[in-house]
């Protein structure tokens, strides 16, 4: 989107939209069917396929104070504060900071050694992991909008994740 003085984009609402939300949908792409758009006036070029959530509730981030507009993207991309809109398979939408980053493979880190403690998949002949399948690939986040309850979400689960880009204030 060009830098205009006013920029049209559409106006998703989380919680307006859970009557339209299927939670058997695979994609969940229709909270983002809206017939309500808003004009903002950005002072940077925002990214492509952009949409706004009025944010009505406090939120645990001073980030997002009641009554802005958060401006999110479904472009890949830094997110500003590491907030994003997500949309997990079976559940409603939430805002979240990601705390969980993706490390590079090969890096080093500057913090102490880890030694490897035996456990049953050292053991020959053993076939009992003592980790949960389940938590191999995780993402962690923060839900803003619930008081700052962490979320332990599969990353197979997660069908969207898109980052804040502009707040309105």
């Given amino acids: 989107m060009k830098n205009d003085s006013k920029i049209l984009i559409p106006l998703i609402s989380f919680s307006s939209s859970r009557e339209r939300w299927e939670p058997g949908s695979e994609r969940g792409e229709n909270i983002f069917l809206s017939d309500s758009y808003t004009r903002i006036s950005p002072p940077m070029e925002l990214p492509d396929l952009c949409y706004g959530v009025r944010i009505e509730g406090a939120c645990d981030t001073p980030f997002l104070p009641p009554g802005c507009l958060a401006v999110f993207s479904k472009t890949d991309g830094t997110a500003l504060g590491n907030i994003y809109a997500v949309g997990v398979q079976a559940e409603f939408p939430f805002l979240g900071k990601w705390l969980q980053k993706e490390t590079s493979a090969g890096s080093a880190s ?13 053991i020959p002949g053993s076939q009992t992991s003592p980790i949960a399948p389940s938590l191999h690939h995780v993402l962690l986040f923060k839900d803003i909008a619930n008081s700052g309850n962490l979320k332990l979400v599969p990353a197979g689960k997660v069908l969207w994740k898109h980052r804040l880009v502009y707040v309105q204030k």
Avoid: A, D, E, I
Wanted: charged share 15%; glycine share 16%.
């Fill in 110 to 122: 500057g913090g102490r050694k880890v030694f490897m403690v035996p456990t049953p998949l050292h």
